[in-house]
């Protein structure tokens, strides 16, 4: 059957409105390092190197882990307009940078679990600081599921101990990127003064002005770097930990870090849908000697892309910011 003009033009008018949602995706520092391409029922997904951080993530693993977070909101977003998005993922070697083509197949109108998935995209924000409340048995193993549907896991840290160890390696890796000049000024570099008018990196409305000590303690990352930047806290002494898990994936190759990102996102929408949150620690990740160690002692065979603690947050207003979808998008044509 052949396409008319009406069926073009509201495939290209979709594929805007999934990029739309595409980019509300989390990313490391906020640096939103993606691309995104509409030439007729395809939809290309480009890594931006620019935007890597070069002293954090040198590899580019967690811009690849940003950029799977963001395809996973992708198909969310196209599923929930009526499209099957079909995802060849690095489809040609000699273009690494070119993460995924998206082809838009004709799909059924959204269920129910699609629009429930879809309503969390712009109402996920990462959690920084304490907790009200542990996630309730039973979530848990939604969250598995969902991490394991795109190919990673999500692994618990139950035992007081393996907490506690996780706990003072992300404490020792702020230790170690607070005193190096090099990852200091990549995090100031991110994290702006208060009155910019950047559309990216973590800002003072993104984090709060102090966060209260939970028992274990992961530091949150030095964004206000003694400033006294960041929004007032609410009055909270009930601040708990929350449940600690690691995302892993079996092998450590870009394609393991953009399923990794997908996972990671398909996780967090579902969290959301039960109204919790995560709060990230990647900064032992980011250390390479401490992520090793991290994955000899608690990952067994498969390596770990994340560091997350969740649970119910205490309704403080948390906000991010992002670049207008005109600096991420090319429309061609068709
Ligand atoms: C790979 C990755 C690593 C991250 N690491 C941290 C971290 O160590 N500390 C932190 O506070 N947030 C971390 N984040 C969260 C981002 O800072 C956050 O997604 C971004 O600022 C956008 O905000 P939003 O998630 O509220 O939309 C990470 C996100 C990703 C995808």
Redesign the pocket.
Known sequence: MRSTQTDIERVAADARRAVEDAI?????????PWRFGVAGTRITLRADPDRRLGVA?PRG???L??CG?ALYTLRVALRSLGHDPVVHLLPDPDRPQLLADVDLRPGEPADEAVEREHAQVRR?????GGFLAAPESGVLTGLRHAAEREGARLVQAVDVHVKGALAALTDAAEHVQRRTPAYATEIARWAPAPGTSRKD??QQD??PRRTPLTAPHFP??D?ARGRGWGVEAAEDDTALTGLVVLLVSKGDTPADWVKS?QA?QRV?LRAAAHDLS??????A??VPDLREFIRAQFCGDAYP???LRLGVANGEK?????RPVEEVLTEEPS
């Open positions: 509300w995706a989390p990313s490391v520092h906020n640096t939103q993530d693993r967690e811009m882990i940003s977070a996920r924000h990462s959690h920084r990196g973590v993104a984090y949150a990352r964004f990102g990671l967090l995560a709060a990230y620690h990647t900064q990740l980011q892309q994340l560091l948390l906000t991010s910011v992002r």
